[in-house]
């Protein structure tokens, strides 16, 4: 999705594209035959096996959502994902600018539920900041994890140099949690994080950006099928329609 202003209006900001991976390395001539041959293989897969979740398909990806953390009532029919980074400013953006509406709108009011799932790339502490996450969410529960998550985004600095740099640290984000929460409790997730980064909950998550296809943050699916419009209009569409469509 690409948070863009209803057209018409001049004054766009900057950030309306989506973060996606940088492409500026060239590979040498061997390896871009390696990569069309492991293509040709793949779509092959494809083809012939049925393999991999399209998002196209008419009822949506199948997806796993356990152990994911949530906001909204369990009751919704509506399920809607966000793949983010904590590094991505386009996140940050659509975290303050598009998600306010979408929670007063749709999640308070029980329409649906609104997953984050991590898709970490931009930078070592991106990954950090990610299994750090999940260790809240694993130690202290969705409520705090939730409130972290938001804070962490509202601390992320304006400045784009910041997205070279390594500033995400363990003490950073041990200090913004207890700030989200309590000293103790950012004490006891430290401790945690120590013996174990949860890494594997991370993974889980690329797991699922690979399987769905995501190559930039923030992207949105809606009941497992992708979000392709760029207002808070065009989501809202979508998540009715996919309302309608559940007998
Ligand atoms: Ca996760």
Same mark, same amino acid.
Request: hydrophobic residues 30%.
């Given at each position: ?6 057209k018409?209006?001049?004054? /766009? ?16 001539? =061997?390896i871009? =035959? ?11 897969? &494809? ?9 196209? /398909? ?6 796993? *959502?356990?152990? #994911?953390? *949530? !906001?909204? $009532?369990?009751?919704?029919?509506? +399920?809607?994902?966000? %793949? @983010? ?8 953006? %659509? ?17 649906i ?5 991590? *898709? ?5 502490? /991106? ?7 999940e260790?809240?969410?694993? $130690?202290? @529960?969705?409520?705090? %994890? =939730?409130?972290?998550?938001?804070l ?8 784009? $140099?910041?997205? +070279? ?6 003490? %950073? ?5 207890? $700030?989200a ?8 997730v ?8 949860h890494?594997e ?7 699922l950006?690979?399987? !769905?296809?995501?190559?930039s943050?923030?992207?949105?699916f ?6 392709e ?5 065009? &989501?809202?569409? #979508? ?9």
């Open positions: 999705m690409a948070k863009q202003k209803p018409g209006n001049s004054k /766009s900001k900057p950030k309306t594209k989506n973060y996606v991976r940088n492409k500026n390395q060239r590979p040498s001539s =061997w871009f =035959w390696v990569i069309g041959i492991i293509a040709i293989g793949i779509v092959f897969l &494809l083809f012939v096996g049925n393999f991999g979740n399209k998002d196209d /398909s008419n009822g949506g990806a199948s997806i796993d *959502y356990k152990n #994911q953390p *949530y !906001l909204g $009532e369990e009751s919704a029919d509506v +399920k809607v994902l966000e %793949f @983010g980074d904590y590094k991505c400013p386009v996140c940050k953006n %659509f975290n303050e600018t598009l998600f306010p509406e979408i929670e007063k709108d749709l999640i308070q009011t029980g329409k539920k609104f997953y984050f799932i991590n *898709y970490p790339f931009i930078n070592v502490d /991106s990954r950090r900041s990610a299994q750090f996450a260790t809240v969410y694993s $130690e202290l @529960g969705n409520d705090s %994890f =939730w409130k972290f998550h938001e962490l985004y509202k601390k992320q600095p304006a400045d784009q $140099e910041a997205e +070279k740099q390594d500033i995400f640290t363990v003490d %950073f984000l041990v200090k913004t949690l207890a $700030e929460t309590s000293n103790k409790d950012a004490q006891k430290k401790k945690a994080f120590n013996q174990s980064n890494d909950d991370v993974k889980k998550d690329e797991a950006v690979s399987k !769905l296809g995501v190559q943050t923030p992207t949105l809606v009941n497992g099928k992708r979000f419009g760029s207002t808070y209009g065009d &989501l809202k569409k #979508q998540v009715e329609e996919a309302s309608k469509g559940k007998n």
